[in-house]
């Protein structure tokens, strides 16, 4: 819970060992969220700032710190059409990021923290996704989860897993709504 006036920003934290509120104190010149999901990985909550992206934001959950974290390099898309999704990958925070058109590689980024300084590694690259894919996270640390929105004759649809060591797709068989009753 986010409190931001002019003089001061504060943000309400809730500890479950105590069961009651604190309130934190932070000097980050953005705060505000996107609707995707929060991570929390390694004593760490990640969010991204905001729809046009330039910042992850991390809240360390042992010091009651925030910081922001640039991300990694757009390649110069407009960064209207570019899209990032954090994901936990061996353990790490990781960001998954694509071009809505689906003329570009996806990229997979694995976040590195040594001795305080945050970096970005690129681990996969991806080759373009169906515009009828929308990639949703990770599976078993190494495998891409994604669904087939629509697919012909019939308006199908699956959802598969790609293993980024394999580079093989599994498919699940989706049961239409009159199969499960």
């Known amino acids: 819970m986010l409190r931001d ?14 069961g009651s509120w604190k309130t934190v104190s932070f000097t980050l010149p953005i705060l505000t969220g996107s609707s995707e999901p929060q991570i929390s990985v390694n004593g760490f909550v990640y969010w991204l700032a905001g729809r046009e992206v330039e910042y992850v934001i991390c809240f360390d959950l042992i010091k009651d710190e925030f910081k922001l974290i ?10 209207q059409l570019v899209h990032r999704k954090l994901m936990v990958l061996r353990g790490s925070l990781a960001m998954m990021v694509s ?36 990639l949703l996270g990770m599976l078993n640390d190494h ?9 012909l004759p019939y308006g199908l ?13 599994e498919y699940f068989h989706v049961p239409k709504e009159q199969d499960i009753a």
């Open 70 to 79: 640039d991300i990694p390099d757009d390649r110069g898309f407009d960064r």
């Open 99 to 134: 071009v809505e058109d689906c003329t570009k590689n996806t990229e997979i980024w694995m976040l590195v923290n040594e001795k305080s300084s945050y970096s970005w590694t690129k681990k996969f690259i991806l080759e373009p996704f169906s515009k009828k894919t929308m």
């Open 157 to 169: 649809r699956h959802v598969s897993s790609y293993d980024l060591v394999t580079e093989k797709i």
């Open 143 to 151: 495998k891409l989860l994604f669904v087939v929105l629509k697919t």
């Open 5 to 18: 006036d002019e003089s001061t920003k504060v943000a309400w934290v809730f500890t479950l060992s105590s």
